[in-house]
């Protein structure tokens, strides 16, 4: 796809500043399927030094970052390190929303809000949203803006605070364990089992790049999944797959999920 071809040019001029002018680089923010593409192309190309980062651990859209020589990378987390000594080379921000209103807003409220100022959604992470509010990720370069001009949400006012990423509030996570047996360990057995679908149409939602394991597309349906993989289908939610156990007396193996709401 030629949109491919182009994020991927993208990538490699990122890469390339990066080594020029030995500094940090960093492009706006990437859905899922475009972090597997990154991933793919920083593993072909030998790439190092890099890492997707979206402001918290289990972020779902994030910025692709490549740091120079000069930043230790030493460690699990070195960005984190880093950030912690120099946190202005942080590139993003927390825009804390509070509101008052009677009226719940979901997540598509507080983006719907975010466009209308003119704004594109590269430079929007994700939306945390809680009961009086939420916390936005967003890039550093547009918090300024964002603190001055976005004033209501819908016909909802609001207040509004700058934080750095340190301060965010993940709210109450929500999710479900349920359990199931599956023939095998394969992609389509376990998004099926965990979705609560047919495997006819988890084996379409594979075949269409729709799912994810670990933040990497999968399009085979027989690919084995492991204990502790966290399963994405776009557009349909996130799963983890929490426990494999026992081989039931038919063959079967019992699987244990949790999936997030």
């Not at 430079?123 to 001055?148: Q, T, Y």
């Not at 609560?196 to 690919?223: H, M, Q, Y």
């Amino acid at each position: 796809m030629k949109e491919d071809q182009i994020l991927l040019n993208f990538i490699g001029d990122k890469v390339q500043q990066r080594e020029r002018k030995a500094m940090i680089t960093a492009t706006g923010f990437l859905d899922l399927r475009q972090q597997s593409l990154v991933r793919r192309w920083c593993a072909a190309n030998g790439v190092e030094r890099w890492v997707l980062y979206g402001g918290y651990d289990d972020a779902e859209r994030r910025i692709c970052m490549f740091f120079p020589d000069y930043v230790p990378w030493e460690g699990e987390r070195p960005w984190e390190a880093w950030f912690s000594q120099c946190r202005e080379d942080d590139p993003l921000l927390i825009l804390r929303v509070a509101h008052s209103g009677k009226t719940a807003l979901s997540h598509r409220d507080y983006l719907g809000s975010i466009l209308s100022l003119g704004m594109k959604r590269d430079p929007i992470g994700d939306i945390l949203v809680r009961p009086e509010g939420c916390d936005i990720v967003v890039e550093a370069s547009m918090g300024e803006f964002l603190l001055h001009n976005y004033l209501q949400v819908g016909r909802t006012a609001i207040e509004r605070e700058l934080l750095s990423t340190d301060n965010i509030d993940l709210g109450q996570i929500r999710f479900e364990e349920t359990s199931d047996t599956v023939a095998s360990l394969r992609l389509d057995n376990l998004i099926s089992a965990g979705f609560r679908t047919s495997r006819r149409l988890a084996a379409e939602a594979i075949a269409a790049g729709l799912v994810f394991v670990d933040g990497l597309a999968l399009e085979k349906p027989d690919a084995f999944v492991g204990e502790g993989s966290k399963l994405v289908w776009r557009g349909k939610g996130k799963v983890l797959l929490q426990q494999v156990g026992e081989t039931t007396r038919k063959g079967r193996i019992f699987v244990k999920f949790r999936r997030y709401l």
